[in-house]
T-cell receptor
Framework: DAMVIQNPRYQVTQFGKPVTLSCSQT?????MYWYQQKSSQAPKLLFH???????NEADTPDNFQSRRPNTSFCFLDIRSPGLGDAAMYLC?????????????FGSGTQLSVL | AQKVTQAQTEISVVEKEDVTLDCVYE???????LFWYKQPPSGELVFLIR????DEQNEISGRYSWNFQKSTSSFNFTITASQVVDSAVYFC?????????????WGLGTSLAVNP
């Protein structure tokens, strides 16, 4: 059974048109992460939530926002997608966010920007 | 500085061959954790193993084994009798034990192709 679910699997948007990616989890984990992964690169952390506490990475562009309305759901909003934002977006969770915890990943959303 | 190096970008083997994926890390912390994740073509990253810096025991799980050597700052991963289903990108990662640092430091990954 899928524990971290991302929808949609593929998303196509137009340059400058806002887009929202969604993630849900059945693990009841406190921490949810959003990663961006471009082709042949390692995942890059954009931000994470510890419960309702939002933590942005210093180099995450302002174009990227996130919402976590409840424990189960987390959204990634890209306000004005550029061509450089085409990537795989991975959602992940961990129980408490401690350094020794493993991450549980969703299957990702592949975003294309036309 | 914290860094993870996976020098092998791509490896191609024939089924049933053994293959070792190298991982070398840099950290000044005395306590840290090392991880391996597998990313098959479907895209979902899957946790394989975690090792803390005080536990240098090697580990075997079925066809998978890991060799952790602090003296050389390496945490290598070996697949014995590889299978086509092992084809994936494998990432080695590091977290220092600095309070609530939740940020994994990733290597660039090794793409493994196992051919029938």
């Amino acid at each position: 059974d899928a524990m971290v679910i991302q929808n949609p699997r593929y998303q196509v948007t137009q340059f400058g048109k806002p887009v929202t990616l969604s993630c849900s989890q059945t693990l009841n984990h406190n921490v949810m992460y959003w990663y961006q992964q471009k082709s042949s690169q390692a995942p890059k952390l954009l931000f994470h939530y510890y419960d309702k506490d939002f933590n942005n990475e210093a180099d995450t562009p302002d174009n990227f926002q996130s919402r976590r309305p409840n424990t189960s759901f987390c959204f990634l909003d890209i306000r004005s997608p550029g061509l450089g934002d085409a990537a795989m977006y991975l959602c992940a969770t961990s129980r408490q966010g401690r350094t020794n915890e493993k991450l549980f990943f969703g299957s990702g959303t592949q975003l294309s920007v036309l | 500085a914290q860094k993870v190096t996976q020098a092998q970008t791509e490896i191609s083997v024939v089924e049933k061959e053994d293959v070792t994926l190298d991982c070398v890390y840099e950290t000044r912390d005395t306590t840290y954790y090392l991880f391996w994740y597998k990313q098959p073509p479907s895209g979902e990253l899957v946790f394989l193993i975690r090792r803390n810096s005080f536990d240098e025991q090697n580990e075997i799980s079925g066809r998978y084994s890991w060799n952790f050597q602090k003296s050389t700052s390496s945490f290598n991963f070996t697949i014995t009798a590889s299978q086509v289903v092992d084809s994936a990108v494998y990432f080695c990662a590091l977290t220092p034990n600095a309070g609530n640092n939740r940020k994994l430091i990733w290597g660039l990954g090794t793409s493994l192709a196992v051919n029938p």
